[in-house]
T-cell receptor
């Protein structure tokens, strides 16, 4: 089944404890992206990647890192999480980076930072 | 800067009645417009998009949307609402300019509640 998977789906952690949220797609998509969803703010883009080894900042990159060593994987790293990073996170992918492309979203990761 | 406005936090409609979820946008040049739906505890799913051509776009689950360039709007509609349509709906815009990466901007979402 074609899909975007994220792990973990739920995570409770403490301030400062490094964590990684994994994202993987099995559709050979070039483009991948991370968003956070907060009430009243909608979806905001954190980072995106147009292909392997090509990543760039979105609207809210502070406090996050990403890497794209393989086409299928695009992990989101929080080196030192803080409570303001408590949010619902979505990974998305699309076949190419063209602006017409539909994005396919993962199921989401709900993160609570204490 | 590009932007998307979804003026209603929540829309309530009786089952069987027509529904409209509003979206207006601002973008440089011509837009590509998208609607996504998010069911509880799920990721966003694509509903429909406007790229070019006919202003009335038909999508999944009986939804359609009308692109109105003069009003910079892209309202989502359905002739007869179902309880199962209850979800959070997001409008998104991207400029159609070619060359390089073009950012996509999402609205804040509209919660649709269909009342039995």
């Amino acid at each position: 089944e074609a899909q975007v998977t994220q792990n973990p789906r739920y995570l409770i952690t403490v301030t400062g404890k490094k964590l990684t949220v994994t994202c993987s797609q099995n559709m050979n998509h070039e483009y991948m992206s991370w968003y956070r969803q907060d009430p009243g703010l909608g979806l905001r883009q954190i980072y995106y990647s147009m292909n392997v080894e090509v990543t760039d900042k979105g609207d809210v990159p502070e406090g996050y890192k990403v890497s794209r060593k393989e086409k299928r994987n695009f992990p989101l790293i929080l080196e030192s999480p803080s409570p303001n990073q408590t949010s619902l996170y979505f990974c998305a992918s699309s076949p190419r980076t063209g602006t017409q492309e539909t994005q396919y979203f993962g199921p989401g990761t709900r993160l609570l930072v204490l | 800067a590009q932007s998307v406005a979804q003026p209603e936090d929540q829309v309530n409609v009786a089952e069987g009645n027509p529904l409209t979820v509003k979206c207006t946008y601002s973008v440089s040049g011509n837009p590509y417009l998208f609607w996504y739906v998010q069911y509880p505890n799920r990721g966003l799913q694509f509903l429909l998009k406007y790229i070019t051509g006919d202003n009335l776009v038909k999508g999944s689950y009986g939804f359609e949307a009308e692109f109105n360039k003069s009003q910079t709007s892209f309202h989502l509609k359905k002739p007869s609402a179902l309880v199962s349509d209850s979800a959070l709906y997001f409008c998104a815009v991207r400029p159609s300019n070619s060359g390089g990466y073009q950012k996509v901007t999402f609205g804040i979402g509209t919660k649709l509640q269909v009342i039995p």
